[in-house]
């Protein structure tokens, strides 16, 4: 399967030469690939959608780009390649869904990224954003707190970064997307936590239930040398709760909430 070449997701044979196999038990390996990466194409195929997979970071750049809310500071810097050029296949993951047409109607990605000593500190230094922490703009800082935070130290974590869907988009494709996103990280990478951090209204609705984590926490904020606070939501979920949610049968089941699967 060539990701790089914006190969695809749909179709079994795909599917089978994409894991890697010396990640997954031969028994999870067939699971995935044979009973639940292709329900979930055919779901979104079924509407008219085509999923595809791809590790430039420059789609999701000029999605997110094209996009931008005002109201909200950007919070996508794990995959603006210019604040991290040395992005590739083996740290990058950006799922997109085209309609017949090739226009994107949706569109998430996942970066693993290591963290040396607490996640707390490494927000707050804020080169858990960016390899190139110089690049950031200047004038503001990055505060997160709480108890779900103390066991994150020292570990790989995949951040999931910002998703968006079409406003006529059908209704399973943000389901979809995030699963997908699960999909890959889980078969692919070795890491110990799940990490993204969302504004209040999307994580408090969809954090536990779409997106699959299962600690929505308050405690995360962007402050402003103006004095300017925004508040934001802290998501994590631990590798093994991602394990049990994609080797779960309900997993394919895009009406199915999130939480109501896993360990």
Known sequence: MDVLNHATLAGLPHYLSAWNPETLPPEWRRLLSAEVA???????EEAGLTPRVDHDLETFAEVHAALADPRWPKLAEPCDPDLNPSFGPRDTFVVYVTNPAGDIWGCAAGRLRWIEGPLAAALAARTVFADRPDRLPPGQRFEAFGGALAAIRDVPVVWGSSLWAHDKAPRILVPAIMRLLHLWAFAHWRWSYAVSIGQPRIADRYGLDVHGY??????ARRIADEGKTTEYRLMIAARERIRGLVIDPGFVDLGRELSALGA
Do not use: E, F
């Not at 292709?38 to 979104?44: E, F, K, N, V």
């Not at 299962?214 to 405690?219: E, L, P, S």
């Open 38 to 44: 292709p329900p979930l194409c055919a779901a979104l």
């Open 214 to 219: 299962d600690i929505v926490a308050r405690g």
